[in-house]
């Protein structure tokens, strides 16, 4: 009767041990995903201060070149376009809604660097000083996407080693936890060409 | 001031140090100022950030950091202004800075006059634009805790003095080997040579106090 007792007791102590064990990976995902949200919040926040630039920069552009109507019209689309696709934190799981993101802001990224280029004829446009203030602007805005991507993704990359060590593993699948998608740097999403003056 | 190429001779230098510590004082912002002989072939802006995560120059609240990187070599200069500081120095006005107070200097070999026309410029945007800040040591502290707190510092400075003279680590000569020295948690109080004892025989310690301030990679760059 007394080895049942005892045999119970530690079956009930592993259990516990189990529990506690099962929580305390569950805690921790759950801190690591919040942090992974909040670097999220980051980068979407500097491409909305990207999107932001563009229209008085678009306006500078016009006063002098508003003959290169094509190029100024396929910034402000790509921009439409951009602002338009919106992650939310669950989406962040799914790799084709990041594609879908990544893409449309390399969209912008690429009709920017054309409008760049086309700068580059009129001289009184370059130095003129609102645009020196904007190309100012847009290249330290550009450097903080890239900044806050590298840390996006060293968030994800956290989150996704713990997600996926065994044993933790098998507790997180269990609690629902799935890798999130990083921000991948798409083959030919160059930044804007630093215009040399 | 941390002039790792020898650009500037000594007196320059130590000019700029005070410079330097005078506007830190009056404002709370600090600015540091790093020459490094080259590149070696990495991007400006991704060494810029780096560097800046590795010193966190700044208060820790604050984030009230600017650094000003220089590379002889390359010609290249870039300034990392910290999160707290991006309304009151955007980087509009950072460009303008390098582009109107350093590199016409610069160009005529006028390393220390450039220098010390960007940090005036900086400051004075700092000190015409933050609301002013409350002085810390102002508030009224029981002189119960003042005592405590000298008490603490002072066996606390003992037992750093005693860690340091045995740690191997004051030779390290990376650009980067920056806030983590062993001297214990920001609580202690410092002792006032630290400012200017972080180089070690001319070679490779920071030249500061890290306030653990973030940078998010704004700022400027330039080349003279």
Avoid at chain 2, 66 to 72: A, R
Avoid at chain 2, 85 to 101: M, N
Avoid at chain 2, 171 to 199: D, E, F, I, L, N
Wanted: no cysteine; net charge positive; aromatic share 8%.
């Amino acid at each position: 009767m007394r080895g049942l007792v005892i045999a119970l007791a530690v079956i009930a102590l592993v259990l516990v041990g189990i529990v506690a064990w099962a929580v305390g990976v569950n805690n921790r995902l759950v801190r690591l995903e919040q942090d992974v949200n909040e670097k999220w919040a980051q980068v979407e926040n500097v491409y909305q201060r990207r999107a932001d630039l563009i229209p008085n920069l678009v306006e500078t552009v016009k006063g002098f070149a508003a003959q290169e109507r094509n190029v100024l019209t396929e910034v402000t689309e790509a921009r439409a376009r951009a602002t338009g696709v919106t992650l939310t934190p669950e989406a962040l799981n799914d790799p084709r809604a990041m594609e879908r993101f990544q893409a449309a802001q390399g969209q912008l990224t690429g009709a920017l660097s054309r409008l760049l280029v086309v700068v580059e004829r009129y001289p009184e446009l370059k130095s003129h000083q609102g645009f020196l203030t904007l190309q100012a602007q847009l290249e330290g805005t550009e450097n903080r996407i890239a900044v806050e991507r590298r840390r996006f993704n060293e968030a994800v990359r956290d989150y996704n080693t713990r997600v996926a060590l065994f044993p933790g593993s098998v507790a997180a699948r269990f609690a629902g936890f799935q890798p999130k998608a990083f921000f991948e740097a798409a083959p030919d999403a160059a930044t804007p060409p630093k215009v040399k003056f | 001031m941390n002039d790792y190429a020898r650009l500037l001779p000594p007196d320059a230098r130590q000019r700029l140090e005070t410079r330097l510590a005078e506007r830190e004082q009056a404002s709370g912002a600090q600015m540091v100022i790093a020459i490094f002989p080259s590149l070696e072939g990495e991007s400006l802006e991704d060494f810029g950030i780096r560097l800046a995560e590795r010193w966190r120059v700044g208060d820790r609240k604050l984030d009230n950091g600017v650094i000003l990187l220089v590379f002889v070599e390359e010609r290249r200069l870039r300034m990392e202004v910290g999160y707290g500081l991006e309304s009151v120095l955007p980087d509009a006005a950072a460009a303008g800075i390098i582009r109107e107070a350093v590199t016409p200097r610069f160009r005529e070999q006028r390393y220390a006059a450039g220098l010390e026309a960007a940090v005036d410029a900086v400051y004075a945007r700092v000190e015409t634009r933050s609301a002013p800040a409350t002085p810390g040591p102002a508030r009224g502290v029981s002189p119960w805790v003042l005592g405590l707190l000298v008490l603490f510092g002072v066996v606390a400075l003992l037992l750093a003095r005693e860690a340091m003279s045995t740690s191997g680590r004051a030779r390290r000569s990376a650009y980067t080997a920056g806030g983590r020295r062993g001297w214990g948690s920001p609580a202690v109080v410092v002792p006032p040579w630290w400012g200017g004892g972080g180089r070690r025989g001319g070679g490779g310690g920071i030249d500061f106090r890290p306030g653990g301030g973030s940078f998010g990679g704004g700022g400027a760059s330039g080349q003279w």
